[in-house]
């Protein structure tokens, strides 16, 4: 059998105390004051990081882990909020239309939103914005099909919004946009709203939503058809996740409702292009209807807000979690 | 021994709880800022490092439920238009 040494091309390092994680990853050694070999392994897990200014719930977001937007929302809001990884901050710049269940899709300096519905008589709303990092504009261009709890995924001038609901029914509707128009597209095989989506306009993915009743179906996209892939292991409604561009490939899936009226859910699921594997890691607070749409990517995500019930009545939240991928030191117990 | 810690804590936001932490013990957050612990040395040092305020489980059952009550009257109180689009809360049970 190759040795240590033969394989790595060193020997086993004899350490007092164990180095950071970080510098040890996929190294092995001896560490003599507890008499244990050890390693460091990359592992993820959910933190908790700075709070919203502004506590909410199905909310249109978008962007990065440390550079996402969360845009309207419920309680009925037009602020809007920005996460540098640490904090938020308040937005200069407030949506021109108040709305909750909106879509988002973009980047913090491109970003996009659109839909929902309002708080008087819960009127759905076909208007998209767009941000700028700074201001929200509203250039006119409507959605064909007034709706909210859509699928968002793409950049501001080549999206897609798939699904959402008109009233409590769920629709299968898509519209692309190309920066100045939404044109209707070929429908998802199954309607639904609460979804996520992510990915780009010819290579997306949306995962979950209810039809209902809560779904875990998944179905790619190609920019013009749909076709139905593996499941989540985990049917779930206004759950959030992301994937950035390479989401058809690598998007996760983290929270949301599981059944009626059950609390929200503490899973996470990882998805590569063909299967859906169930993370070790978990959210701290079962949590649904945090930022409804994709932010950040499988390995470095946030999730923001929500509601820990699955109604739109206190407590709505104010917290923030983050998910990464961590170097853990672990001790070697099995040969 | 109990399987978990119970306790009250404000999430004060960042480093509250570490990605080190979630690997350490176990830890779920509920309504009324009740946090359940593993109940093993580092959950234990956790809570106490956040002036948490040790519960016992009948007690964090109880503050939970107080808020669950609260958000249903809540919910009862919408207009109907509003219920069609909402989902009423149900009970939560802490493990």
């Known amino acids: 059998m190759a040795t240590y040494k033969q394989i790595f091309g060193k020997k086993v390092q004899f350490l007092s105390s164990d180095p950071p994680a970080a510098i040890g990853e996929g190294q092995i050694w001896y560490n003599s004051t507890s008499n244990t070999f050890k390693t460091s392994v990359m592992a993820a897990a959910w933190a908790s990081s700075g709070a919203l200014n502004t506590g909410r719930a199905s909310t249109g977001g978008f962007g990065i882990q440390t550079a996402a937007v969360m845009a309207g929302g419920a309680p009925y809001t037009t602020a809007t909020e920005e996460y540098n990884g640490s904090i938020w901050a308040t937005s200069p710049g407030s949506l021109n239309t108040s709305r909750r269940s909106n879509g988002g899709l973009g980047i913090l300096t491109a970003g996009l939103t659109m839909g929902g519905f309002t708080d008087a008589g819960y009127v759905d709303i076909n208007s998209s914005e767009e941000y700028d990092g700074t201001t929200w504009t509203a250039p006119g261009n409507n959605l064909n099909t007034a709706r909210a709890g859509m699928a968002a995924f793409g950049t501001q001038t080549a999206g897609v919004a798939a699904g959402g609901s008109v009233g409590p029914a769920g629709k299968s509707e898509v519209e692309e946009y190309n920066g100045t128009a939404w044109s209707e597209e070929t429908n998802m095989t199954t309607a639904r709203w609460g979804s996520i989506g992510a990915g780009t306009l010819t290579a997306g993915v949306v995962f979950g939503g209810n039809t209902p009743p809560t779904t875990a179906i998944t179905e790619e996209y190609d920019g013009t058809n749909w076709t139905t892939v593996n499941s989540m292991n985990t049917a779930r409604s206004e759950l959030s996740g992301g994937g950035g561009p390479a989401g058809q490939t690598a998007a996760i899936a983290m929270g949301g409702r599981l059944t009626d009226p059950s609390p929200g859910s503490t899973a996470t699921e990882t998805y590569d292009g063909t299967s859906w594997t169930t993370s070790p890691a978990t959210l701290a607070v079962a949590t649904a209807a945090g930022m409804g749409s994709g932010v950040g990517t499988s390995t470095a995500t946030l999730f923001a807000g929500g509601k820990t019930g699955p109604s739109i009545t206190p407590p709505i939240l104010d917290t923030t979690e983050e998910y990464s991928l961590v170097a853990t030191v672990k001790t070697i117990t099995t040969s | ?95």
């Not at chain 2, 809570?47 to 489980?57: D, I, R, S």
């Open chain 2, 1 to 95: 021994m109990a399987l978990f810690i119970y306790g009250t804590a404000t999430n004060y936001g960042k480093n509250f709880f570490t990605h080190q932490d979630r690997r350490n013990f176990f830890l779920r957050g509920y309504p009324a800022e009740v946090w359940v612990v593993g109940n093993n040395e580092k959950g234990a040092l956790w809570l106490a490092e956040k002036n948490g305020v040790e519960k016992t489980k009948a007690e964090a059952q109880a503050l939970v439920t107080t808020e669950v009550e609260a958000s249903q009257a809540a919910w009862d109180a919408l207009s109907a238009e509003k219920q069609e689009r909402s989902i009423r809360p149900g009970p939560i049970t802490i493990p």
